[in-house]
């Protein structure tokens, strides 16, 4: 599986996970080469504030691809809500989830999120086999 990550990258542990790093920039201009060489794009929380500025917002929702927000504590709609961003976002979008996979279907009009939660009951390596199965299903 082939991960493209924006912002710092997460530690895991998982030999069948590449991953690369990207830019916000690389992911808006260029979404469709970014679609055809990875499985999913993740983005980190040291990149949430600019992330969520509306210029991205139609790259997430036109994305063939599922977006993890990794550690949102907001959930997916700070980025996909024009006019909000991460630091304005009511602290009402917060479900206590860790992190957040989102994916627009354009072709039947219809967005999909799945949460991810850590807590006492599941350590982080646990939450990372949950996200990356969610994503080789998708």
Not at 28 to 41: G, M, P, Q
Not at 44 to 62: C, L, M, T
Not at 99 to 112: G, R
């Amino acid at each position: 599986m082939n991960i493209a990550v924006i912002g710092e990258t997460p530690e895991f542990k998982n030999n069948s996970i590449s991953v690369k790093s990207l830019s916000l920039d690389k992911l808006s201009k260029d979404i469709a080469r970014i679609e055809a060489d990875f499985d999913a794009v993740l983005l980190a929380p040291d990149v949430f504030e600019e992330a969520s500025d509306d210029k991205f917002v139609n790259v997430y929702r036109s994305s063939d691809i599922p977006i993890v927000f990794f550690d949102s504590s907001k959930k997916h709609d700070p980025f996909i809500t024009e006019g909000l961003t991460y630091e304005t976002a009511h602290d009402s979008l917060t479900n206590g989830s860790h992190t957040t996979i989102y994916l627009h279907d354009d072709h039947v009009n219809k967005e999909d999120a799945w949460y991810f939660y850590l807590d006492d009951k599941k350590n982080i390596d646990q939450l990372y086999t949950d996200l990356f199965k969610k994503i080789e299903e998708l």
